[in-house]
């Protein structure tokens, strides 16, 4: 089967521009979650979609928003960029409930 | 409200020796307990968890953790290091009802030594 798929895997952005992060779930997991991890840190839960819906929400601004789709894969939005912004996001799929399964994560570089 | 704490941001052994890495837990109702590992470049990849029933649980590679209600942990264990343990090990918490995120500790690096 295959696994938790993101894209891209690097990006380089600098302050107050826009950026797409896609997501690509594990075959029939209908729920996906999105992490930031900072370097040297743990991720942190952005929020959570599970068929189609926002169902859980971490500490976040609302310049960070998201989708899902009807294929259940999803995309991270994140407006008005800032330099603390730089991280590793990783997009997490599960069925509602079961372990989570994670992608590689996109590296996202503000400048 | 849940949280994790990793004690030892960096553990470093000698090949063969036991690993130990230290997890404990704050959570208001009964938990999930999960340990991640992250190799350079990667994702996270399950190890083991804990739901119900047996506390000790056994994971991939030969790692194992024992869960501790009275004392809140959750410690990770292997008995012989292996060079390719070396990685970044995280614990993580959640809810054991509904479809909940996970709550992560911030890691602990494993250095494995020759």
């Known amino acids: 089967e295959t696994g938790v798929t993101q894209s891209p895997t690097h990006l380089i952005k600098t302050r107050g521009q826009q950026v797409t992060l896609r997501c690509s779930s594990q075959?029939?997991?209908?729920?996906v979650s999105w992490y930031q991890q900072a370097l040297g840190q743990g991720p942190q839960f952005i929020f959570q979609y599970y068929r189609e819906e926002e169902n859980g929400r971490g500490n976040f601004p609302p310049r960070f928003s998201g989708l899902q789709f009807p294929n259940y894969s999803s995309e991270l939005n994140v407006n008005a960029l800032e330099l603390d912004d730089s991280a590793l996001y990783l997009c997490a799929s599960s069925l509602a409930g079961q372990p989570q399964h994670f992608g590689d994560g996109t590296r996202l570089s503000i400048l | 409200a849940q949280s994790v704490t990793q004690l030892g941001s960096h553990v470093s052994v000698s090949e063969g020796a036991l690993v130990l890495l230290r997890c404990n837990y704050s959570?208001?109702?009964?938990?999930?307990l999960f340990w991640y590992v992250q190799y350079p470049n990667q994702g996270l990849q399950l190890l083991l968890k804990y739901t119900t029933g047996a506390t000790l649980v056994k994971g991939i590679n030969g790692f194992e953790a024992e869960f501790k209600k009275s004392e809140t942990s959750f410690h990770l264990t292997k008995p012989s290091a292996h060079m390719s343990d070396a990685a970044e090990y995280f614990c993580?918490?959640?809810?054991?009802?509904?479809?909940?995120?996970?709550?992560f500790g911030k890691g602990t690096r494993l250095s494995v030594i020759a």
């Open positions: 075959s029939g997991h209908n729920t």
């Open positions: 993580a918490v959640r809810r054991n009802s509904g479809n909940t995120p996970l709550v």
């Open positions: 959570s208001s109702v009964p938990p999930y």
